[in-house]
């Protein structure tokens, strides 16, 4: 059997220009992706944690080519996504799909739900006639547990946790391999967010499914990840096992977001690790170790050398020059 993963992530880098004035010239540039590489099994559940705009959505997007990298590549079941064009990258398209954040934005106001979910089936023509049409779109309503007869609604007739089952059921129409979740609970009640969190569970199990989980609630990521990687200002700067990463962090960053993690038992108390001054601005990141600004272990070296993310003890990586 191959070892290979089914999805690789090598120096993977995307700038945004600023452009401005008559001629649109190019002012300045947003660095939102600064040299991630990581690998994800078949199977497996990566969480990907950090503050807004660290760069994590930027990331799962540049992996599914709906933007383009500016450098770096990334290769899916042994092929290079990077490098395909046309009809070869819609072909792709079908093994790696995407959740997306805003169950109200993300679904078209004057399709039905019928028509969202079965876009993909006549794009791909994964069905013959109309009653094979109908025939799987009930059957995919029923797998994210809403019924055939709200095939013929329209979104506005569904509540915020029903929008994200009908966008996780047009996700699985073309029986990915790979679905990347964007913030796919962050805008749900807390309770609907387990239901939702539950049902991808379910669905993994059942249709062998692989997930790129998203998300800056470190809460949510550790109930569904195998392993987490955590972003900084473009960068990964640690990853690990799940259960590992939340008793053993090594990063300084790790550890001041996982003592923000609220404990509903008032009788554990943990120490707040306050960060100093603001996150830096990702058109102009610091030299060296993007964290060296506010980081409480800081030396002068930190300012002048960029770390390298290197393992420290089996499956756990981590990016500080003292920690590891």
């Known amino acids: 059997m191959s070892t290979a993963p089914l999805l690789r992530v090598s120096n993977l880098v995307k700038h945004f220009p600023i452009r401005g004035g008559i001629f649109r010239r190019t002012l300045d540039i947003v660095h939102a992706v600064d040299g991630v590489s990581f690998d994800l099994d078949a199977g497996e559940t990566l969480g990907v944690v950090g503050e807004s705009g660290c760069g994590k959505s930027t990331t799962g997007r540049c992996v599914l080519r709906l933007i383009d990298p500016t450098s770096g590549e990334v290769w899916f079941d042994g092929r290079n996504v990077t490098a395909l064009e046309g009809a070869a990258l819609r072909a792709m398209a079908r093994d790696m799909q995407i959740i997306f954040q805003d169950p109200y934005a993300s679904l078209n106001p004057r399709m039905t739900v019928s028509a969202i979910i079965g876009e993909a089936l006549t794009i791909h023509r994964?069905?013959?006639?109309?009653?094979?049409y109908e025939d799987r779109i009930v059957e995919l309503l029923e797998t994210v547990g809403l019924s055939a007869d709200h095939m013929r609604r329209y979104p506005h007739e569904f509540s915020g946790g029903q929008r994200q089952r009908i966008g996780i059921a047009r996700a699985l129409a073309v029986d990915p391999r790979l679905i990347v979740c964007d913030e796919a609970v962050s805008a749900l009640d807390v309770s609907i967010q387990a239901q939702v969190i539950n049902?991808?569970?379910?669905?993994?199990?059942?249709?062998?499914?692989?997930?790129?989980?998203?998300?800056?609630d470190l809460s949510v990521v550790e109930h569904i990840s195998d392993r987490v990687a955590v972003m900084y200002l473009g960068r990964i700067v640690e990853i690990a096992?799940?259960?590992?990463?939340?008793?053993?962090?090594?990063?300084?960053?790790?550890?001041?977001?996982?003592?923000?993690?609220?404990?509903?038992?008032?009788?554990?108390?943990?120490?707040?690790?306050?960060?100093?001054?603001?996150?830096?601005?990702?058109i102009?990141?610091?030299?060296?170790?993007?964290?060296?600004?506010?980081?409480?272990?800081?030396?002068?070296?930190?300012?002048?050398?960029?770390?390298?993310?290197?393992?420290?003890?089996?499956?756990?990586?981590?990016?500080?020059?003292?920690?590891?």
């Open 199 to 216: 049902l991808l569970e379910d669905l993994q199990q059942k249709f062998g499914l692989t997930y790129m989980f998203i998300a800056h």
């Open 284 to 324: 102009r990141p610091p030299s060296g170790c993007h964290f060296h600004t506010r980081c409480p272990i800081a030396q002068p070296e930190c300012a002048r050398d960029q770390p390298e993310l290197k393992i420290s003890s089996a499956g756990h990586w981590v990016a500080c020059h003292f920690r590891g």
């Open 126 to 132: 994964l069905t013959r006639t109309r009653r094979e």
């Open 241 to 282: 096992p799940a259960r590992e990463l939340y008793t053993r962090p090594l990063h300084p960053y790790t550890e001041a977001l996982l003592s923000a993690v609220p404990i509903p038992d008032p009788t554990v108390r943990r120490r707040r690790i306050m960060l100093q001054g603001e996150v830096p601005s990702p």
